[in-house]
């Protein structure tokens, strides 16, 4: 998490490179801060070499005369004076048995003295946080220092080097800070008279809206230490003058100004924001103050750091105990279902620099470029798109990708209707063309997806419903036991039970064993007379199935039996049940489109839902995990028949459907880079520790059907009064309120876990890397709280979530 106090001002420290003055500049701004009657407090989170030569000795010794307000600390220290990662492995003794301080370990020692130290005082106070070598150094784990300290998000200051090369040294820091999201607030660095670098390195970063401050460089060691002790000491009195004018106290301003810019800043963003800002999703008549408002600082790994003020009154009242104006948030969305790899992963923010860098944006009819086409052969080739698809279309997001595939399919039902003639065809009724889907679906909140889903709330007055939807059985898990719950017409044809107890979570989706079961044949019969007498009606002529596959988000999370989305399937294809059925070459029946924006790429624990169904689509829809949660980017794929009925020497034959950021390289990259990353997670030894929990065998052919969330969590939270059903897939946990028939206008859910939102202090080590407490944030439709991971979110904090949600619920049920 992050730190911002009214009364204390933290910065962080980094070099440009090595021996380019971090100390002895920190060192002066320390005797400025002082001498301002501010108390200061140094922390050298590492410190490696012989104990005279360290940095905190060095500030107590130069201090000055108010060393009184001075406390220096050191956290990790070792003798070795080389690199903290090789460092921590060359301890003497029996230190040596003890692992290496990891990331999380690092950064909650640091978070904990910032805690202790902003304790101590109610009075302004200083913090200067020195790092180690420069930006890219390692870390005692031997991860870089910008990725290590990211979670604290520190607001930095920079020591530039005066030296040969310090130019380019500087600037790249500056960059690699900055594609971190560091705010850096200014740059110091000595005065060269030889290199000058100064010079240009001031209206460079003016121009850049940053400050350069250059000070007088110091004089040089002198052997005798009492000799260079006085000659440092006359230095620091030169450049630290008693006047408290000049360059250190220039950028001490500066840096003070910042600060109190950032905090009032925060303080006025609710109020700018219920001024401004229209929300999606929300009902701004039930926003009643700023306190309601959400102002998110910032966010790393699966956290926010939200500012606090607004929801605990006059912000000064914080200055008399020592809290932070910010606090560590679990993202419990995912972000709206984005987050793969947690949110400012450094290989995405690098990935998307990369491609903004080389291309910006391109126009990409009839024109190809390296991430696009990489991105396009990986998806059809080897990813979701293997074993059936020959293409793949880009465009911006899930719902007008969704728009691309429903044009896809209408074309190619109508082409087949017309006998396969595309030049001159006139097609009948071609507006009475509609789509079958299932009730509760939701494909996005375009025109056009919105047509394709019955009349809702997520509908508007231009929507006109274009098709049937079949009202769906659906799974969840009740009292510790999985049950299927069948809809009125299917239940009164499966002799009259509503509900049914098909066995294990992963007996459940087991479709290929199933489909030998009689409730195949039940789904099968009622399918085909529902769509026999859809004929006879005459209305509207189904040209296409349209499915969120296994679960429909929106909707209200709806685990839908994978059994019956199978045989309906089977029954729009007339094709008979032989194992998995391929679309193949030639699609029969209608064209088939599974809308895989939600549940796609891992969401569920799988690549693509087609594994749990056993059938393909001919057109699919990938996004949200597909760049990370980073960029926007949609992919929709469709088998070579589909691709065949756009395809003639004629320009209005052809899928006139486009976007001016179609195919942008910078979300390309960044899903390469995704996918990348995914795959390599998908044999973490995470994974297959929960796999294993949920009994999954690492050599069984069927689908893995499994969670991220524990088995006995998910039982024991489905056995509680208050809970009506839970279900759970991959990363994704439903939990629907029992005696609550309101639907999505509902607020039974929002108000049952209310409290969950609120900041608990956590026991032990804290699970959130620098925070010792959190809230989470989490999304309601309706009677339905639900809850999602990245794909990979540390199984402590998995856990820690768990243990919150258990105790509201369970408080709940009392």
Known sequence: MSFLYKHLRIHQVFGANTDVGKTLLTSALIRASAAKERDVFYLKPVSTGPMQDADDEYVKRFAGSHKSRVRSKCLFRYGEPVSPHLAATLVRGEAAQSPVPTDHTFVNAIADYIRESAKLHSEPAHMYVETAGGVHSPTLSGSTQLDGYRPLFLPTILIGDSRLGGISATISSYESLALRGYIVDTILLFRDEYYRNWEYLQPYFADRGL???????????????DTNFALTEKYYQQIVPASQEGGVFDALTHLDNCHANRLQELESMPRRTLDTIWWPFVQHGLVKSEKDVNVIDSASGDTFSVYNGKSKGDSTLLTSNGSSLLDSQFDGSASWWTQALGHAHPSLTLAAARAAGRYGHVMFPQGTHLPALKLAERLVSSGPGKGWASRAFFSDDGSTGMEVALKMALRAFAVRENGGMKEGQVIEKRRDLGILGLKGSYHGDTIGAMDACEEGVYTCEWHESKGYW?????????????????????????????????????????????????????YRGFIERTLQNLQLDGKRSLAALVLEPIVMGAGGMIFVDPLFQRVLVDVVRSSPVRGPQVSGPNWAGLPVIFDEVFVGLYRLGVESTSSILGVYPDISVNAKILTGGLVPLAVTMASDSIFQAFYSDRKADALLHGHSYTAYPVGCEVANETLELVEKLTTSEEWKESQSKWKVAEDQAAPAIWSLWDPRFVDTISRLPVVGEVMTLGTVLSIKIADDAGGYQSHSAQRILESIKEVTSVDGVSPVAGGASYSINYRTLGSVAYFMLSLNTSPALVRSVEDRIWKTLAAASR
């Open 211 to 225: 400050k350069v401050v250059s000070l007088d460089a110091p004089p040089e060691k002198h052997s005798d230490p």
């Open 470 to 522: 079949l009202d769906p059985p659906t799974i969840g898990i009740r009292k510790g036991k999985v049950v299927i719950t069948l809809p009125g017409a299917i239940a009164a044809e499966a002799g009259g039970d509503a509900e049914i107890s098909p066995g294990t979570l992963s007996e459940t989706y087991d479709v290929q064993t199933r489909l030998q079961t009689d409730l195949a044949q039940v």
